[in-house]
C-alpha cells in the first residue's frame, strides 16, 4: 500500500515540475500531524487525543498484520475528528457513550473535509467508519468499513477512558473490563483480543503518554518515505482554511480571501512566482491557531471583553508552532503568523518593529486587515473601497503597516478585492 502511495506521489511531482517549474515538498506525515494538533487544541494547550490515538491504533495494528503498511491507518488516526466544528461536540465526543447525532455528523463531515486532498483519498472511508460500531457493519448491504476504521473505533474509546488526572497504571483494569463489556457489539471481538493482551504490558501504556516514543516511531517507521508537492500542499493548505473557517460562522470564507488577496498583493509587488505561492499557502493557514479560541468567544455576537481578546491573541501564537513542526516551511510560518504585528512593535504575539517584518509579512497584515473590513460582521455592515482605504492609509501614518503594500492594494483595488478568484 505504501508502495502504491509513492509512486502515486512520485507521478504528481514529476508532473508539478514540469508543470509549474518548482519543488516545494513537505512531509505528508508532518501536515497530517499539524493538523491534528490544531484540531486538539484547547483553549489551556493542547490534548493530543489524535496523536494518542494514533499510537494505540499503530500498536494493534502491528500485532495484528505483521510487517503490513500502517501509513493509512496512522494518517487516518491523526485526521479521525477533523469533522468536529465546535468545542461542545469535542466536549460531548470525550464521553465513552455519545450522542449519535453528533457521532454521525462529525464523521461524514470529516469524510467530506478529506476529499479536498487527493492524497488522503485512502483515508476516507476509515474517517467515515470510525464510530460505526461492529454489530452494524453487517447492515451496510456490502459497503467495507476498513479493518483500520474498526481498529480506530476502539483506539479512539480506549483513550477517553483514560483520565488524565488520574495515574495511568491505576487505570487499566477498569478501561480493560469496559471495553471487554462492548467487544462484538461496539467493537471487533478479534481487534478487542489483541488489545487485551498489549493492554498486559506497562510499557503499551506507558508509551500513550509518552510524546517522544510516538515522535520517535513515527519517524522510524515513515520519517522519509511520503513527501508532498505543490499540488498537495495547496490542497492541505485549502483543507486548513475551511477547518477554521467552518469553526467561525461570522466570517465563513475569511481564509480563503486572505489567500487570494494577498497571493494577487504579491502580485503585483512582483514578488517571485514561489513567494506568491507561499503568501497563498500562508494566507490559508494564517488563522489555523484560532482553533484554540472557543467557540463560545468566535460565535460571539459583539464586542469582546478585556479577557476574551486575551484569549483572542494567543490565536497567532498557535499559528507560529503549528507551522513550525512542518520543518521546511519557515517562511510560509513567519508570514502567516506575523499577520497581527505592527511596524512600529504595538502588534501581537511577538512585538515584532519594522526591521523584523519582511515583505511577506507586510503584506499578510494589510491582507488580513482588509479582508476584515470588506467581510459583513454581526455588529456592522462590509466596508466600501473609499473607507477602508482610509483607515488603511491612517494606519501607514501611524507606521502601523507598510506604506508601498497599500499603495498596491489601492491601484489594483477591483483586482485583488473585488474579484474573489
Ligand atoms: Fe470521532
Ligand atoms: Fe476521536
Ligand atoms: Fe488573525
Redesign the pocket.
Known amino acids: 500500500m505504501l508502495e502504491s502511495l509513492i509512486n502515486k506521489v512520485d507521478i504528481r511531482n514529476k508532473i508539478d515540475i514540469q508543470e509549474e517549474g518548482k519543488i516545494m515538498t513537505v512531509n505528508l506525515l508532518d501536515l497530517a500531524n499539524m493538523l491534528s494538533v490544531s484540531v486538539d487544541l484547547m483553549e489551556d494547550g493542547v490534548y493530543h487525543?489524535?496523536q494518542r490515538?494514533a499510537y494505540i491504533a499503530y500498536r494493534i495494528f502491528q500485532e495484528l498484520y505483521p510487517g503490513e503498511d500502517a501509513f493509512n491507518l496512522v494518517l487516518a488516526s491523526f485526521l479521525?475528528?477533523i469533522g468536529i466544528d465546535s468545542d461542545e461536540k469535542k466536549k460531548e465526543?470525550r464521553n465513552f457513550i455519545v450522542d449519535e447525532i453528533i457521532l454521525s455528523r462529525h464523521t461524514v463531515d470529516g469524510e467530506k473535509l478529506l476529499s479536498k486532498v487527493d492524497l488522503l483519498e485512502d483515508t476516507r472511508s476509515i474517517v467515515k467508519h470510525?464510530h460505526t460500531q461492529f454489530k452494524d457493519i453487517i447492515k451496510l448491504n456490502g459497503e467495507i468499513v476498513p479493518i483500520e476504521a474498526q481498529i480506530i473505533a476502539l483506539a479512539?474509546r480506549i483513550?477517553?477512558l483514560i483520565d488524565p488526572h488520574q495515574y495511568i497504571l491505576d487505570q487499566t483494569v477498569d478501561i480493560i473490563s469496559k471495553i471487554k463489556k462492548f467487544s462484538g457489539t461496539m467493537f471487533n471481538p478479534k481487534i478487542v483480543d489483541c488489545f487485551i493482551e498489549l493492554a498486559e504490558k506497562e510499557a503499551f501504556w506507558l508509551d500513550i503518554d509518552n510524546e517522544y516514543a510516538h515522535f520517535r516511531l513515527w519517524q522510524k517507521k515513515f520519517g522519509r518515505k511520503s513527501i508532498a508537492y505543490e499540488k498537495d500542499i495547496r490542497q492541505f493548505a485549502i483543507l486548513c482554511g475551511d477547518i477554521v473557517d467552518r469553526k467561525s460562522p461570522f466570517t465563513s470564507n475569511h481564509s480563503k480571501r486572505v489567500a487570494s488577496i494577498s497571493r494577487k498583493l504579491g502580485q503585483t509587488l512582483f514578488m517571485s512566482d514561489k513567494d506568491v505561492f507561499l503568501l497563498e499557502i500562508a494566507g490559508e493557514l494564517h488563522d489555523i491557531g484560532k482553533l484554540s479560541i472557543p467557540t463560545s468567544i468566535l460565535h460571539k455576537n459583539g464586542g469582546l471583553t478585556a479577557e476574551e481578546y486575551r484569549i483572542i491573541k494567543q490565536h497567532s501564537y498557535y499559528t507560529y508552532y503549528l507551522i513550525d513542526r512542518l520543518n521546511t516551511m519557515d517562511m510560509v510560518r513567519d508570514w502567516a503568523a506575523f499577520h497581527h504585528e505592527r511596524l512600529d512593535g504595538s502588534g501581537y504575539p511577538f512585538h515584532l518593529k519594522g526591521n523584523q517584518l519582511d515583505l511577506g509579512s507586510r503584506v499578510m497584515a494589510v491582507a488580513d486587515i482588509v479582508t476584515a473590513l470588506s467581510e459583513d460582521r454581526p455588529y456592522r455592515n462590509r466596508l466600501e473601497k473609499n473607507q477602508i482605504m482610509k483607515i488603511l492609509w491612517d494606519m501607514v501614518k501611524n507606521n502601523k503597516i507598510d506604506g508601498d503594500v497599500v499603495r498596491s492594494l489601492e491601484s489594483n483595488y477591483d483586482f485583488i478585492v473585488l474579484d474573489i478568484n
Open positions: 487525543h489524535g490515538v479521525h475528528d465526543a470510525h479512539d483513550e477517553v
